[in-house]
């Protein structure tokens, strides 16, 4: 399609901060999109004046309702179009006239749906770049802004605030990311659908992003770009300051003949991409799950400055497929210096790894799951850790209760009942000699507990129980992390702890739900640490991991 | 290390349907494997005898307590062993003398710790083959028995009842499976910690999960294998009867070397393994959330016969991406015949992607999109379909309900009180306009609905509600994939609605987190669909995906 975005000064701040809204196709009718975008506007808190527009109503959700929006008699900052394609470009030169530079086009059958269309957009397109006006879609599902607590969006999501800025040619796609951050504790400035970007396009936004002080990492859902140049020029002046990560839809034949029937766009050849993308400096997500993965790591992690991990891990099996992810994704593993092996001998069990991934073989003494943490992160060799099975959530004490008490209690009261009272009893018994052991090998070992109380597995300290919890575990690593400043990622393996980690993630620990990701997340931090690290000598470029 | 797996007629029938278990080594102490096991034992309901043997102690647990196996008064069918590596081989002549068949070594410090453990290790292998008793472990996790309702595990877990049989080199990876499992809705059969795998092995294993009758799926997380042959042929005689779905731990070099301290497991080259499995038919994961994947696919699913995909989705960019994943993953997208694109011409908007992937561009008739079900399934050309964005779960309800009402009432509430009334007044009237509109159009168009009422997306139809909910949904699924014998994979993207997955999946229906992953399974069933048909033309061999 012939290039119709336009070079000219952009003003966004009306759009991510207006202090008032006309909703031009204002409704009453539930299911329509001037119901539902204003609805959601009032969901998200905002709290500037809202205006509607639609000639057929006195009234709209309360509020007043104007024949146009010519007819509003107070000034109109943003304009959000619902109505019919046929009669948008009218709406345009009224907002041209009373003075609003962004207008958000959410109306659909433009150029997407065949020739008429397309003519039709291409009128758009260039009557707004004469009046300077920032056309956002038209066939946007909308826009996101934080600062204003804005949720101007055709679907109901309210993304926490945070620091991602995130512009998508797709705009399911896209909400659909915004609620997994919200699930993974991942926060976003700004949101934009770009639809069909009639004559605002990715360069412009990214541009915009770049300067944002509320956006700390961009991301980008892309299928095809107009103008690659442009898009380059801006990645590049971007990406040394901001991560920016994309995720390229339409990348083979089929995936790009897919995304021409979706949004009109050229997807292009997938090398011409690759080459963008490395020259950018843009990381690059192989599929979703991945770019809110990546995202989210970027979003919580200190920036790495080398590829050298360090692995813990509570069973071998995880630090042998972990190692595996290392190798597959161009990390190295971390060489533990003899006095950090000798330091990890005096809080592990004899048979311990001895070396990188740090195998506890099973070793349920908290305390030596912190010291052998605060070893890793301290090891000038190490530039990032991995954390696996330390995190534990809330649902694991629940079931270790359930699995552990409550079941074979019931067990026996249904199948042993005259053996009762003995199986409390030994429990009890049981319970109290191993408190007790516990005590008495802390006393004998002196105050800071002898290595033989340290190593023991078996038995119960009750001075330990609290740091069995996440909470102890969190503010460890946010110690740690702030101390060293090195990415530590955690690794927390069930379903259910998703809150959990969206806990992690608000505080500023990146927790992955495998080991495969927590690594493939760790070896894009990794490139990108040292791609902006390594500036001074621009010949070196962006090196993707394989 | 030396071959000790003997070739000798197993039986395991007493291993995972044992009448009696006695537990060598049984305590009264928490944190002890001794003390683990028999409560996770009773905890997982098992309804056979469980006799302790602990020299020290009267009663362990409730029950009598046995100085040694050989004086427990009445038959012992399966010992499972906790005590110290040094006194395990006594124990074992205690197992052959009272003719136990099967004895599980919990206990550690074999072979996985230096040459002392090394030779204890073949010590205890050499016996066990000469009295025929088969040595699960030592240093297992335990084992799990669906038909015995038998956890005898060292971790609390209680996995689902189902058809999957698991044999895992790795005890924690094992159980994190099982984990797994459980909140995806995968139901086992058996599982098998292998640990050193002193004289049993995967080969043998393979064989009784082959002739198993409660199971239908067989996963395998493999480190090294001591008997690559004997491994060849079972895995050839069982996998064109049942899919064998294996994680490879230790791929590359680094790998390699961690599975060798983890487990003494020579990993070897990672070719030799893919070309075994290859020959073998065995379908491989590329990572643990994969495997788990794979695995629930199988079990779900019936058997693909081609590859010909056909996908429906609710928005353009999903579209886009999972064209992508099928492209990568060497599927073809179904050519849809003149006759299937007039029908959904019938229920689908007009600017309808008119192809494969059927874009719904969001219509939000519920009746048009059971009616793309039933086309799509139907259709010759179509082997596999999958349908995203259709199951919402509950969630996607509380939040429409959320979003949709409460927020913006309580939002009006503090921010324009005054207009409460005329915000309420309006929703109502609107509403009311909406049904009334709906009933209108679908007596104007007579009973079957005329294009008009079926293609408009404004308003609400009360007769639609019910088909919204995901049981509709199920119910219409369930019926087709038993009329047409095809499998069906859905998409839900959100990760609260995991329990309405493992509903799904328990009702014979696969679901996946993403397009990326449900298209993923996709190729692996079928891959092993072409490759189990072809059987009559050994030659064709297993085609891995790319």
Chains 1, 2 share one sequence.
Request: some cysteine; glycine content about 12%.
């Amino acid at each position: 399609m012939e290039k119709e975005r336009q070079e000219f000064p952009r003003d966004f701040s009306t759009l991510f901060d207006p202090r008032s809204i006309a909703v031009v196709g204002a409704s009453n009718v539930p299911g329509k999109w001037g119901f539902t975008i204003p609805v959601n506007i009032l969901g998200g808190g905002y709290r500037g004046r809202i205006l509607m527009v639609n000639p057929g109503e006195k009234t709209v959700l309360g509020f007043p309702s104007y024949p146009t929006l010519k007819d509003i008699p107070e000034p109109v900052e943003l304009a959000i179009v619902t109505i019919p394609a046929a009669r948008v470009l009218d709406v345009l030169g009224d907002a041209a006239e009373i003075g609003v530079r962004n207008v958000v086009v959410v109306s659909s059958n433009f150029s997407e749906v065949g020739p008429e269309g397309v003519e039709l957009e291409r009128r758009l397109a260039r009557f707004a770049n004469e009046a300077r006006i920032n056309v956002i879609g038209p066939n946007t599902m909308g826009i996101y802004s934080a600062s204003a607590s804005l949720c101007a969006m055709g679907s109901p999501v309210t993304p926490i605030r945070g620091g991602v800025g995130f512009i998508s040619q797709s705009g399911n796609l896209g909400v659909q990311l915004l609620r997994w951050g919200k699930s993974r504790g991942v926060g976003f400035s700004r949101f934009v659908g770009s639809g069909n970007a009639a004559n605002t396009d990715m360069p412009d936004y990214l541009r915009y992003l770049g300067e944002d002080p509320l956006t700390d990492v961009i991301a980008l859902y892309v299928e095809g770009l107009r103008d690659g140049r442009a898009f380059l020029d801006a990645a590049r002046e971007v990406s040394p300051r901001k991560p920016i990560v994309v995720l390229k839809g339409g990348r083979g034949e089929l995936g790009g003949r897919a995304a021409r029937s979706h949004s009109g766009a050229l997807a292009g050849q997938p090398e011409l991409f690759e080459g963008m993308f490395e020259q950018g400096g843009i990381v690059e997500a192989a599929h979703s799950e991945e770019f809110i993965d990546i995202v989210a790591a970027f979003d919580a992690l200190p920036r790495a400055v080398g590829k050298r991990v360090a692995i813990m891990t509570m069973g071998g099996g995880w630090g042998v497929v972990a190692v595996d992810a290392c190798e597959r994704e161009g990390l190295e593993l971390a060489e533990l210096p003899p006095e950090v092996i000798s330091e990890l001998d005096r809080v592990l069990p004899e048979f311990w790894s001895r070396g990188n991934p740090v195998d506890l073989v099973g070793n349920l003494r908290r305390s030596s799951h912190f010291q052998t943490i605060d070893a890793l992160v301290s090891c000038d060799e190490v530039d990032i850790l991995i954390v696996m099975g330390a995190l534990l959530g809330k649902q694991f004490f629940i079931d270790s209760i359930v699995h552990g008490a409550m079941k074979p209690f019931l067990s026996m009261l249904r199948n042993h009942v005259k053996r009762v009272p003995s199986f409390v009893f030994s429990q009890w018994r049981g319970s109290f000699g191993a408190f007790y052991k516990q005590g008495g090998k802390k006393t004998g070992g002196g105050g800071t507990g002898g290595a033989q109380g340290t190593l023991s597995s078996s038995g119960l300290n009750p001075n330990e129980a609290w740091q069995w919890t996440d909470t102890a575990l969190v503010r460890r690593l946010q110690k740690l992390v702030k101390k060293t400043g090195k990415p530590v990622i955690t690794v927390a393996m069930d379903e259910r702890e998703m809150s959990a980690a969206a806990r992690l993630q608000s505080k500023g620990i990146f927790s992955a739900p495998t080991p495969e990701r927590a690594v493939r997340a760790a070896a894009k931090i990794a490139d990108y640490g040292i791609f902006a690290g390594n500036r001074d000598h621009p010949t070196t470029g962006f090196r993707h991991s394989q």
